[in-house]
């Protein structure tokens, strides 16, 4: 059994349909690539699965390590070990991101509260790790950051929080060359070192130069239209997503 699995997944935003029918899998160690122009339903899966009100599941089931989270409230999903990195990650003012991060472990911990020493030593290993300038961690939480801080910053909650599946929804969106870089190392290292599965939710091919899926899913007008292996990276890249929309109409036809 998978640690995420989402299983005939259809999700309704107001009154319009946007995801018709989704299968995906996700386990801890394995790291999937989830692609698709935009539009196609790819970031309504990521709200989906971390529970967005906003989002209407109407017909379909998510389960993290077995358990039924369909209807689970958003916390419950991060405190099981799910995280997602926003694409828009919110700004914080007045809330320093190492109060931020210390925060968002007593909440994964319940009564188990980190005490100083080791939130000091974690958060030194994570910076290290990261190459994040420990100054950073003592800024308010994306105020006035640059895309680039924004996703370093997401990344590395995910570095002191430990999830076992982390979604990242565009992550790469508007990163300059470096930041990108600097994301990509991160998500590798956290693969690495804990094992960390990951769902990578793009529809550009270049951060896929950086971390190399064992998975690739392809999303089409709400529905996974084709599923290989990292070459079909490669074949989206020499042929665009126009090929797979022909195979569609085809089919349909």
Do not use: W
């Amino acid at each position: 059994m998978a640690d995420l699995e989402i299983k005939n997944l259809h999700v309704r935003v107001e009154d319009r349909e946007i995801l018709k029918g989704v299968d995906l899998e996700v386990s801890k160690g394995e790291v999937h690539a989830l692609m698709g122009p935009n539009g196609s339903g790819k970031s309504t899966l990521a709200n989906t699965v971390m529970g967005h009100p906003g989002y209407e599941i109407t017909e379909g089931q998510i389960t993290f390590k077995g358990e039924d989270i369909t209807e689970a409230d958003p916390e419950d999903r991060a405190q099981a070990g799910l995280f997602l990195a926003f694409q828009y990650p919110a700004a914080i003012p007045g809330v320093s991101v190492a109060n931020f991060l210390r925060m968002a472990i007593n909440t994964r911990r319940e009564d188990d509260t980190i005490g100083v020493k080791e939130f000091g030593a974690d958060l030194k290993r994570a910076t290290e790790l990261l190459h994040v300038d420990r100054e950073f961690t003592s800024r308010h939480l994306n105020d006035g950051f640059s895309g680039g801080e924004k996703k370093r910053c997401e990344i590395l909650q995910m570095a002191m929080l430990k999830p076992e599946v982390a979604v990242l929804d565009e992550t790469d969106s508007g990163l300059d060359i470096d930041a990108l870089r600097t994301v990509a190392e991160g998500v590798n290292k956290l693969h690495s070192e804990i094992g960390m599965g990951a769902l990578i939710i793009t529809h550009y091919q270049r951060i896929l130069h950086y971390i190399k899926p064992q998975f690739v899913h392809v999303m089409l007008e709400g529905r996974i239209v084709r599923e290989g292996g990292s070459e079909l990276v490669d074949q989206l890249e020499r042929e665009g997503y126009d090929f797979l929309r022909e195979e569609a109409v085809a089919g349909n036809g």
